[in-house]
């Protein structure tokens, strides 16, 4: 993510609306590059709680008070009390564990009658439905007891109005120390709204007076594939939908910190849950790091996604670079960090600890960028030592990993001379469409380049970071969508050099978010699919193995298209991409003896400034239809769309 206008030139010619004269597309007989397979992917980082409160299946907000100041309100946030209970979030004098030095006392008032207790309200809502069981479990100490036996305590979801759509009961023994409890809950019917609670209680006359301390409260719904600590299945099944060959983390902005001490360190995200601290993020809230490296490590291993691991390399946002000097135990732990990932058990204690928790065998990993973004602020004067320092450290130790730098290219000069870069643009529609040809002139001389973040996130050239009213996008309209693919049918035509690349961002929730537009938004009930994720998808689904030249596009058109072959179908794919408001005839002249009389067309079109949005998640879908095919044959792209045409040619 990136908050400043840099980097490239807007093409600012106009063109003239004319009626459109059919073009001629003729396609070349033979392949001009491979495709590589990495081609099209995701970038995540957690921003707009699209890991907490999102992917991150965990229902609870705040649950183990990570990071807050105990006795502010902020503290309680996610929690309120039920029928007149108190309730604070102390610095715990006996804390569950080094990680985790707070607690949530609940103090049942003396008189209390009804069932008194604590709840939580979720992120920005619970999703709660029939017959479906729930993992709550939670750390508890009753501080000062002098009494003995148990007591019994009801967990319960239901809606702030009170009723109850599952509950169970579990037993808390009069304790000082701390003990874990751990409970199935089943909903038997389903909530109308997400507008819902997660409620601890007991019996206020049986428990008047006393007081108990919860620590790392947990609810989770059932995840995608069972995992547990997993994800929330209707999103990870929306990223699986998308077909990503590369999966790009942690970041992002949330990988570098405003303060050194704030950056995200591999180590704090692993281990069991209590040992883990979490941290201020970058995009305004407490990260849980419950959604860990070795989450994301299985997580890409569930998708079949190539990680693009991010390492911290000694820049803070707020603007502080580590001297050079003082690198050393920064470089040892991004060295840690790639063992935990690929090192061998036997040698390093990382990778021991990655045994420990269960993963004795080294994951894959090819893919190491270097910081993130860093062309930003004072970051570019700095990078220089910092990528030579860190890049010949770890290349020596990592022979086989590509190391991806994070400035613009070439600017400033690095050494070692960089292999990959991640290039980032934030840009209008109209000028994705006019820089199709940006990576076109580029020298080829070995230098790979990943777009590493790119979407259409306004339709205003003078001020693309402004506000909605000032053009920002709320969500993906099918104008930016088009957009982005004419921009990717020049990626796709330079695949040759562009291996990888990603919209950005992935998941932003609907309303609570720092950022927008995002590819999937999302609340606590469902998931929207924008425009722009159906352009991923198709790119992704008919990627192709080799790229097709074919007649060049006018550079400043509006009509884009490229063409490729995947080789284990014999199919021909083109992607027509039309982003003027009038229908685009077409005629396409193919080489090939063998062309089939039909194939498919899958289709996004609608009016240019409409989006899929919570009120009108389906405003614009994919459309699949029969078209006639041939050696010569012709294609109505409609007004703003892409197309998608497939058809076998052995
Ligand atoms: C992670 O490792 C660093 C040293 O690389 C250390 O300073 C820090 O305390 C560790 N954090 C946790 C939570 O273990
Ligand atoms: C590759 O090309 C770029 C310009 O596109 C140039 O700046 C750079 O020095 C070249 N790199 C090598 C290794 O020749």
């Not at 086989?400 to 994070?406: E, P, T, W």
Request: charged share 15%; with cysteine.
């Amino acid at each position: 993510m990136w908050n400043l206008n840099v980097g490239r030139v807007i093409l600012a010619l106009l063109t003239t609306a004319t009626a459109a004269a059919a073009v001629t597309v003729t396609v070349s007989a033979t392949a001009s590059h491979a495709i590589p397979t990495t081609l099209w992917g995701q970038m995540y980082e957690d921003i707009s709680f699209s890991g907490d409160g999102g992917l991150y299946a965990e229902l609870l907000r705040n649950r183990a008070f990570q990071r807050v100041t105990p006795g502010t309100v902020a503290s309680l946030v996610g929690w309120q009390a039920v029928n007149g209970a108190s309730i604070a979030v102390v610095a715990e004098s006996e804390p569950v564990s080094n990680a985790l030095p707070n607690a949530l006392r609940l103090t049942v008032p003396a008189g209390s009658t009804a069932q008194v207790g604590v709840a939580n309200t979720g992120y920005f809502g619970i999703k709660v439905t029939a017959d479906t069981t729930y993992k709550a479990s939670f750390h508890y100490r009753f501080p000062s007891s002098t009494s003995s036996g148990s007591l019994s305590a009801t967990l319960s979801l239901q809606s702030t109005a009170g009723r109850v759509f599952g509950s169970t009961s579990v037993s808390l023994s009069r304790s000082t120390s701390w003990a874990r409890v751990a409970a199935d809950l089943t909903a038997t019917e389903s909530a109308g709204d997400t507008s819902n609670l997660f409620v601890i209680s007991v019996d206020g006359a049986e428990a008047a007076g006393e007081t108990v301390s919860l620590a790392m409260l947990s609810l989770f719904p059932p995840t995608f594939r069972g995992r547990e600590n997993g994800l929330r299945i209707d999103l990870a099944e929306a990223l699986e939908e998308m077909g990503p060959a590369f999966f790009r983390f942690p970041g992002g902005n949330n990988l570098e910190g405003q303060t050194v001490d704030r950056r995200w360190q591999w180590n704090a995200t692993v281990g069991p849950l209590v040992d883990r601290p979490g941290r201020q993020g970058d995009w305004s809230y407490i990260n849980t790091d419950g959604l860990g490296l070795l989450e994301y490590l299985e997580w890409c291993e569930d998708l079949n996604m190539i990680p693009i691991m991010g390492i911290w390399a000694g820049y803070a946002l707020g603007g502080t670079s580590v001297p050079q000097s003082q690198l050393g135990p920064y470089i040892q732990q991004a060295a840690d960090q790639i063992n935990f990932v690929i090192g061998d058990p036997a040698t390093s204690e990382a990778a021991a600890l990655r045994a420990r928790l269960g993963r004795p065998e080294p994951f894959a990993l090819e893919y190491v960028e270097v910081g993130n973004e860093d062309f930003i602020g004072s970051a570019p004067g700095t990078y220089t030592y910092r990528w030579r320092d860190i890049v010949t450290a770890l290349q020596a130790q990592f022979p086989d990993i590509h190391f991806i730098a994070s400035t613009i290219p070439w600017n400033p000069v690095l050494t070692p001379v960089p292999t990959h870069y991640d290039v980032h643009v934030y840009q209008t529609p109209t000028w994705f469409a006019q820089n199709s040809f940006f990576y076109d002139d580029f020298q080829r001389n070995g230098t790979l380049y990943f777009e590493g973040e790119y979407a259409a996130i306004s339709t205003n050239p003078n001020n693309i970071f402004g506000s909605p009213a000032q053009g920002r996008l709320v969500y993906p309209t099918m104008q930016s969508a088009a957009g982005e693919a004419a921009f990717m049918t020049g990626l796709e035509r330079n695949s040759d050099i562009v291996f990888a690349a990603a919209y950005a961002p992935l998941i932003g929730h609907a309303t609570n978010n720092q950022w927008t537009p995002n590819l999937l938004a999302f609340d606590a009930g469902q998931v929207y699919k924008s425009t722009s994720f159906y352009v991923q998808k198709f790119f992704s689904h008919n990627r192709g193995d080799e790229y097709i030249p074919s007649t060049l596009p006018a550079r400043t058109g509006t009509l884009y298209w490229s063409v490729v072959r995947k080789t284990s179908t014999s199919e021909i794919i083109i992607k027509v991409i039309n982003t003027a408001a009038t229908v685009a005839p077409v005629t396409f002249e193919l080489p090939f003896a063998n062309v089939a009389s039909t194939g498919t067309a899958e289709v996004l079109t609608g009016g240019g400034t409409t989006s899929n949005t919570p009120s009108s998640p389906n405003a614009i879908v994919p459309v699949t239809s029969t078209i006639a095919t041939g050696q010569t044959f012709d294609y109505n792209a409609p007004p703003v769309s892409v197309s998608v045409l497939t058809f076998v040619a052995p």
